[in-house]
């Protein structure tokens, strides 16, 4: 038989979170919980791809300040971000010096950085672990359809790069304040899966069978089902995605109802701010788990969730040459007793 | 103080190894030890790309046959490539449908994959998991360098990017047979570490100070030297990132012997291949180390290695924007008793 859950018995927990994101995201609905903005896409460099390093040099600080910790702590820190070669995050924690494993999970990447951060503080192998990840609206365009300065139109499904970078520290032992009694309760890692989808701006569609997935074998080997959580929480599926989700859910005989919510949807007013499809990218669910989920949760306002980090596995080749885009979803059920 | 070493007591042991290569790999000295080649660099596919996808899917197929398992006896997956954004191992192991984690550390990505593998396995958070990485002469050289096709000349410092996929499957539990006795004993976590290095064609000397610095860490870490090895074996730091290497060590002490060798030095025949300063890519050490020094062990002519993969963490973007290129190293202390 597989094992499909990673159970965390030793109750890893977070000590710390951070987020740090641009102009845009500050000015939607989540602006008070966010620790830093930046009005400068460029935060005063010649470059994005800088200007996001910036972003997760500035998100590791402020994990540190808020910790009373420092580099030294920290025993691992995985780190990703979607411009090639995860350039920008190794970048933006070069100067701490601490050992380092580099992940790619597309939007995923927060999601499966938080269960391998657990994983490795459950085990033993780190007292403390940190994950990081980020991306910019500007270094994302580039990459992965136009440069910004083409004003190439958007389509009605397309989603907004998250300019930002969120951050967390996850240890084991003692609990010493309200966040530290936010513990990660267990995991699932996502399978890939390929639907047919070649549209890079219809990231919702590629992504949300995955999302489909992961939560069908959740529920199915946890024997649990929506209603025992006070929040599903996908990634960035967007409103595209999100409604995709919930008719393959309903399909397999799950109702996704008003608990279900996205990371994507929430982080802009879409219609006030012209967001088409919403949020995504590697900062959009890091920053919005890191800077309101998490807090709700050290404050009790929910006190179970589970987020299903969602990530579309293209590259600018791999859809210039025809081929279709996989989705990921990796899980993790996140509680306050 | 910080725990270094990730100790596996529970012994995760190699079940099967699996490489696949193309024809310039073949001619080289390590030619009988892979399991298939191939002489088409398309593999009978429309891009190079597509051809990479296949030497990955090749070497999961072999790693089935030889292991007598499936797809579903494997509980996950770590997989990693050059190309961004690691499509090419998304591709090629896509159909297995199997719990994926995807990772970057560039031409470290094998050893980061057998350190993650060993350490879930240990944990108990997989009865099994595998590790397969890939690379490809012709996609490496279009994505960091320039396209094949404008025939432009390398220089001396230059490694040549392998053509090839490797894979293993890390279990624990019953020893089976000979290569089940050949088990991993502990591994370090890389730091990343810059040095000024901004030439893409001398990834050796951007790699060596990371190798320095592991090799180091461990010593100190594990009270152990050179000597307490049959081998110390890099990952792809070609003959310019050795020497250097063996440079670095001597400055701190370390007397680097003729029991210090390196992968990309070890695929090729360098001087009637004319392959520069050595092999490298993440299919360079993932096809010696699969290829050869996992049956050396098996066979019981190495006792007892360390296997340090190293990283060049660059992008072209990264390099045309001036930025220096960081390297990684991550060390698996690879034994039979």
Redesign the interface.
């Known amino acids: 038989m597989?094992?499909?859950i990673?159970c965390f018995d030793n109750r890893p927990h977070f000590r710390a979170v951070s987020s740090v994101v641009g102009d845009k995201e500050n000015d939607g609905p989540l602006s008070e919980y966010f620790d830093m903005y930046f009005t400068d896409t460029k935060i005063g460099q010649?470059?994005w791809?800088?200007a996001e390093t910036e972003l997760v040099r500035h998100a590791i600080e402020i994990l540190f300040k808020k910790s009373n910790l420092r580099s030294?702590d920290i025993?691992?820190i995985f780190s990703?971000d979607?411009?090639?070669?995860?350039?920008v995050s190794?970048?933006g924690?070069?100067e701490q010096?601490?050992?380092?494993?580099?992940?790619?999970?597309?939007c995923s990447t927060f999601a499966?950085g938080l269960?391998?951060a657990s994983?490795?503080v459950?085990?033993g192998?780190?007292?403390r672990a940190a994950c990081v990840t980020s991306s910019h609206f500007c270094t994302a365009e580039r990459?992965f359809r136009f440069p910004i300065e083409y004003g190439s139109q958007k389509t009605p499904t397309s989603q907004s790069t998250v300019t930002g970078s969120g951050a967390a520290i996850i240890e084991a032992g003692d609990v010493i304040d309200e966040i530290s009694k936010v513990y990660i309760n267990n995991a699932?890692?996502?399978?890939?899966k390929?639907m047919g989808i070649t549209d890079a701006n219809n990231m919702g569609a590629a992504m949300a069978p995955a999302a489909a997935d992961t939560i069908i074998r959740y529920f199915r080997e946890t024997n649990t089902s929506a209603k025992d959580y006070d929040l599903v929480i996908t990634g960035d599926l967007g409103y595209e995605g999100h409604d995709i989700l919930k008719k393959l859910l309903c399909d397999s005989g799950i109702y996704a109802g008003e608990n279900f919510t996205d990371c994507g949807i929430m982080i802009y007013d879409t219609k006030k701010q012209d967001m088409h499809a919403g949020g995504s990218g590697c900062g959009c669910s890091a920053t919005v788990m890191s800077g309101y989920f998490i807090k709700q949760l050290s404050q009790r306002v929910l006190k179970n969730i589970l987020f299903i980090g969602t990530g579309a596995?293209?590259?600018?080749?791999?859809v210039m040459?025809g081929?279709p885009i996989?989705g990921?979803a990796?899980l993790v059920n996140i509680r306050v007793d």
């Open positions: 597989k094992r499909e990673l010649l470059t791809e800088k030294g025993d691992i990703g979607l411009i090639n070669q995860c350039t190794t970048f924690i070069l010096g601490i050992p380092t494993l580099g992940l790619y999970g597309a499966e269960l391998l994983s490795v459950n085990a192998y780190a007292k990459q699932m890692i996502g399978i890939p390929e596995l293209l590259s600018p080749l791999s040459q081929l996989p990921i990796h």
